[in-house]
RNA sequence: UCCUUCUUAGCUCAGCUGGUUAGAGCACAUGACUGUUAAUCAUGGGGUCCCUGGUUCGAGCCCAGGAGAGGGAGCCA
């Protein structure tokens, strides 16, 4: 049997085709029935009327319900009202499987009702966009690092020792033994570039981190490229040209997945310009508001958001009062009444946001005016920054004490350590962390002491010194951090089909 | 671990200073309507007000403890 999608109809106009799928609307009227039909590709209107089915057919399109399975056969037809452009005139319908009280209704739905239901949230129209541009991303990191030259070498997942200190780690059992789940391939990625020049990772990672912030989960997948012979400025070219290729890629190829998200794309094509670098000491100093960038102030200008906050939630507040007194007035048609109500949810919804801005703000201005020189950025500090820009920025040279152990020390001034991060614009902050590597075998060693790292466990890591040591670079991505920003998600939650995070292993 | 907001019908939410039998919209069921876009209109069924204890003549509302969720800090991609 020839199978037909929804998203080539524009090939059948005019023919008889049949379409396999799922019910994800349906509205009828006498002699008529309306049914959304969604096949993984895309939705497209069928209509089945009375007079064309006859009484029998008529009937069954009747009893669809929402998200019943279908197969419906008709015409192609052009319908400038439709979302694809064509609807389907049916000729007959056939129900496959059954949906009765359908959880996820037309309407707007909170978070934890959502994540519980997210087996079947996925098939929301949302949720479909979202997946096909993650599905994109992940498609344009491998093309872009194939045509590099890179091969793709992955690191276990099951490691005996943390790379980047004990705390945080997924303890499981390894025959008897405490193993623990990869939070990093970062130092096999080396060992595997010392065998083949440049290489990437791509696989999970895991953190026991118990945070609950919209930038944090507990598995996420991670792109660790390494290279030999790259230094620190090396690799900024290259993750300046890898973020380049794989957004401009999501524009490419997304367009229809990033309108349905309602996803504005001007920042997306800001990427062809160039990132700006700073180093630790300028990103400092732009947090705590001694210099200005573009003409704007990240101080002053996070004063001004808070104060724009605040008139919003009074004329929020207005607003919903009015409505609700605009509601009650008697003789109101009932569809007056539940546009209104839809109002008022969108509007307390949004000054549910605006509240948590209110009190979140103050806290933000106080740990920026109050920034220690030589801490690390917090959550923050990033989204400080980054409002600031319409780019990603890349922020380098950090205090190497709040670094990690294995990062080259600054040849010109060993306060420092040669690491870059990549902050995403619009607030979402770090995406991207990475470095030149320590090469000295001795600085290593006392790296790893001060860690108070079992040395035993990184004898084999040591060894990459031993024998033909040689500069290299590298860095992670976190996929679903990507995905979050460049569809604009307040969560990432939103960006991997079924999130582990602190409180949440189910579904 | 800490700070903060919240928990009322299947879902999203009202519920005034503590006062009769707890409400609306959506969803669902039945009916009306021949082109609907979250269709509309009419009728109907649907409740452990998160749990435990307390105050009170009386608790969805007040108090204490607990559970769960949202957001944030720390930490991080």
Not at 187 to 207: D, H, N, Q, V
Not at 358 to 367: G, T, Y
């Amino acid at each position: 049997m020839q199978k037909y999608l929804i998203n080539n109809l524009e090939d059948y106009e005019g023919q008889e085709v049949t379409l396999m799928g799922w019910a994800s609307n349906k509205r009828e009227s006498k002699g008529l029935v309306f049914v959304i039909l969604r096949d993984g590709s895309g939705w497209c209107q069928c209509v089945v009327s009375l007079e064309l089915v006859g009484e029998a057919l008529f009937e069954e399109a009747r009893k669809v319900t929402l998200e019943s399975s279908l197969q419906i056969t008709g015409k192609v037809l052009k319908d400038e009202r439709q979302m694809g452009g064509f609807e389907l005139q049916a000729s007959s319908i056939k129900l496959i499987g059954e949906s009765n009280d359908y959880p996820i209704a037309k309407k707007e739905h909170g978070v934890d009702f959502l994540m519980d239901k997210r087996h079947l949230w996925l098939r929301s129209q949302r949720q479909w966009a979202i997946m096909r541009i993650r599905n994109k991303i992940i498609f344009a990191i491998h093309e872009f690092f194939q045509k590099e030259g890179f091969v793709q070498m992955d690191a276990p997942l099951f490691t005996g020792n943390a790379c980047e200190g004990t705390s945080n780690l997924f303890e499981t059992d390894f025959y008897g033994d405490p193993a623990y789940l990869s939070q990093s391939g970062q130092l096999y990625g080396e060992a595997m570039a010392f065998s083949m020049g440049k290489i990437y990772t791509f696989g999970p990672t895991f953190r026991a981190e118990k945070s609950k912030t919209r930038r944090h989960l507990s598995e996420f997948w991670m792109i660790e490229p390494e290279m030999a012979f790259y230094d620190i400025f090396e690799n900024m070219d290259l993750i300046e040209n890898f973020l380049r290729s794989v957004v401009s890629s999501v524009l490419a190829g997304c367009e229809k997945e990033l309108a349905i998200i309602g996803r504005d794309t001007q920042i997306l094509k800001n990427i062809v310009k160039p990132f700006p670098r700073l180093t630790y000491d300028e990103a400092v100093r732009i947090i705590k508001g001694e210099q200005d960038v573009n003409g704007k102030n990240a101080i002053t200008s996070l004063e001004d958001e808070l104060s724009s906050v605040k008139t919003r939630i009074i004329l929020v507040q207005t607003e919903i009062t009015e409505r609700e007194e605009k509601i009650k007035t008697p003789g109101m048609k009932k569809g007056e009444i539940g546009f209104n109500q839809a109002q008022i949810d969108k509007l307390k919804q949004e000054l549910g946001d605006l509240e948590e801005n209110e009190r979140n703000i103050p806290q933000w201005l106080n740990s920026a005016r109050n920034f220690t020189y030589g801490n690390d950025l917090g959550g923050s500090d990033e989204t400080v920054i980054t409002r600031l820009f319409d780019v990603p920025i890349m922020v380098y040279n950090w205090p190497h004490e709040v670094k990690a152990f294995y990062l080259k020390r600054d040849p010109d001034n060993s306060k420092f350590a040669r690491g870059v991060d990549v902050l995403a614009p619009e607030g979402y902050g770090e995406i991207v962390g990475g470095g030149e590597r320590e090469t000295d075998e001795k600085l290593l060693i006392e790296k790893i002491n001060e860690h108070q790292l079992p040395m035993e466990a990184f004898e084999w890591y040591l060894d990459l010194r031993r024998y033909g040591t040689v500069p290299h670079a590298g860095f992670g991505l976190g996929l679903e951090r990507l995905v979050t920003w460049v569809c604009k998600l307040p969560h990432v939650r939103e960006s991997i089909p079924f999130p582990r995070m602190y409180g949440r292993l189910l579904p």
